[in-house]
Every structure is written in C-alpha cells, then in structure tokens.
C-alpha cells in the first residue's frame, strides 16, 4: 500500500492531467476528465482511510514501574525528525544569512509598548482591531506579528549605521491571533520580518531583496508584482505577489501572495532614535507556515500543531 506521502504526491501531480484536458479533442474531453476524477475520488479516499487508521490504532499503554523492576517492559525508541516549520525556518534563515542580514529570534510574550506604539499605532486607532491577539490578566501580548521586534533590531543594530552603514535584520518568529480556526487558519503560526536600513534605502531595494529571496528559495526565476496596501508603519506600503512557481505546478500565470511590505514610516525610525531626515529604511514580513504548506503539499494548516504522529513520521 502507498504511504500517505505518497498518496498526496499522486494527488498533488493530478494537476498535470487536469491540464491536459483543454488539449484534447472536444469529443474525448469529458470521458477523459471523469477518469482523472475517478483517480482523484479513489487517491482522496485511501487518505482518508489511512489518516483513520492512524488516529484509530491502538497504542500499547506505558508501564510506570521503574526501569529495571523485574516486571518492567522495556522499549525501543527511535530517532526523531525535525519539524517541518523547523527544517523550513532553518532554510529562510540561512537564506538570509548568505544576503548578509543578521538574524535575531523573536519574543512570544510581548508589552503594548512594541505591539502597537512603537509601530505607529495610535491609541485607539481602529487599524489596532485588525491585530485582535491574546492578553494576560498582567497585560502581557504574545505578538500578532513579528513587527514588533522592529524597535528592537533598530535600536540593537543602530551602531552598524556608523560602523557599516547600514542596519540589516531578519526576525523568525511565532505569533498568535484570536482566529476561528479551519484548514486555513491558525491561532498559532509563524512568520518573519524583515529590517533594512541605510542612507539611500529605496523601495527598489525592498522588491529586489525579496524577489531574490523567493528565487533562491524555489530554485527559478520569477516574476513578481505588487499591489497598494495600509500597514501604520510604512509608507508606502504594499503586498507582494510572485508568480506560482513550477515546483509548485506554476505556469507563468497564476500569483501567490506572499506577504506585506513597504518603506518604513519616519515616526517609526524617530521612536527608534533615527533620523529620518538621514535615514531612510523598509521593512517586510510574511508567513512560513504557507511557505511549507506549498513546497510539501499540505492541505491543513492545523496539522502543524497538532501532534499527530502519522503526520510528522512523514518529514
């Protein structure tokens, strides 16, 4: 019987004959769709029967007696794996890392402070309500974005502006949100911001660094395109969309966003303590949980979180 890895593989791969309908002669097109479909149904069903079976098998219960008691059972364990967001996020860094970019780890508890105030979020700003994340009765925040380290890799890396002339950071990190969750939604995720800034940062630079990160990080070339978007600490600010690469099943004309960005708002340097009338910087963030979801075929973003053996024995 095929792993469940491979069963999503076939299922991933179905996408090339799907596309080889339109070339068909129009007589020959509908017998031919509903055996791709027929493939389709008989591929989903095995997974499901599969992800059943797993979560159904019984687990042989762990004896408590002390490890060399004369009754003790005794057990193999074997070597795990890493986590897929794990084995990603070590990528994204090391991508990073070979550009030239620091990379700092983000806080998953936070304060008001580096949430929202020193991002350009004035107090009672509705634009506060789209960042609707969890508080602790102390009025601790775990961070909806990983922005809020911004303040502190400008504030860390500020020397490098006299000494290299540049402040250059990169911050992965877990974030938190007040979400209804489904396949696409998560209360917990990951994502990671990007920091520039220097003398003469422009916004070409911004759509540059990304465009040649997400080559490196597919392995091609792609064409990218961005469209006006509102963040309180940039200005302008924008989403970013690149073409669906082929690893992907990409054919030059389909485009995944990919995340915000844009040049970074004065208010946001001065807080800081850079001079915005000297400086000038950009920033970027965007997820990593999508990113795996689209290089491994995952359909369900909850299975990051959920622990379930069947699903992390395949990585």
Not at 43 to 63: H, T
Request: aromatic share 12%; charged share 25%.
């Amino acid at each position: 019987m095929s792993s469940l890895q491979e069963l999503k593989l076939e299922l991933k791969q179905l996408g090339q004959e799907y596309a080889k309908i339109k070339t068909l002669p129009a007589n020959e097109r509908k017998a031919f769709g509903e055996a791709v479909n027929a493939k389709k149904n008989s591929i989903l069903a095995k997974i499901k029967e599969l992800e059943e079976s797993a979560e159904s098998a019984n687990v042989e219960p762990i004896d408590l007696t002390a490890p060399f008691a004369e009754n003790a059972t005794k057990y193999e364990f074997k070597q795990g794996t890493k986590h897929p967001l794990t084995i990603e996020l070590d990528r994204v860094a090391e991508i990073y890392r070979l550009m030239g970019f620091n990379v700092i780890e983000a806080r998953q508890l936070d304060d008001e402070f580096h949430m929202f105030d020193s991002l350009n979020f004035p107090v009672g700003h509705p634009a506060r309500d789209g960042y609707d994340t969890f508080r602790t009765s102390e009025g601790f925040i775990p961070p909806a974005h990983t922005s809020t380290m911004q303040y502190r890799a400008l504030t860390r890396f500020r020397d490098h502006l006299d000494e290299y002339g540049q402040i250059a950071v990169v911050v992965p990190g877990r974030v938190f949100r007040n979400e209804d969750v489904d396949a696409t939604h998560e209360h917990t995720f990951y994502q990671c911001e990007g920091v520039y800034v220097s003398k003469d940062a422009t916004l070409g630079q911004l759509l540059a660094t990304w465009k040649n990160f997400f080559e490196t990080y597919y392995g091609q070339q792609l064409n990218i395109k961005t469209q006006p978007g509102f963040f309180p600490f940039t200005e302008p600010s924008l989403e970013f969309q690149i073409e669906k690469p082929k690893s992907l099943g990409g054919k030059g004309d389909g485009w995944l966003e990919m995340g915000g960005c844009g040049m970074i708002h004065p208010n946001v340097l001065k807080t800081a303590g850079i001079d915005p009338e000297i400086y000038k910087g950009f920033a970027w963030g965007g997820g990593i949980d999508r990113l795996v979801m689209l290089k491994y075929g995952i359909n369900d973003v909850r299975y990051f979180e959920s622990g379930k053996l069947a699903f992390l024995k395949e990585f």
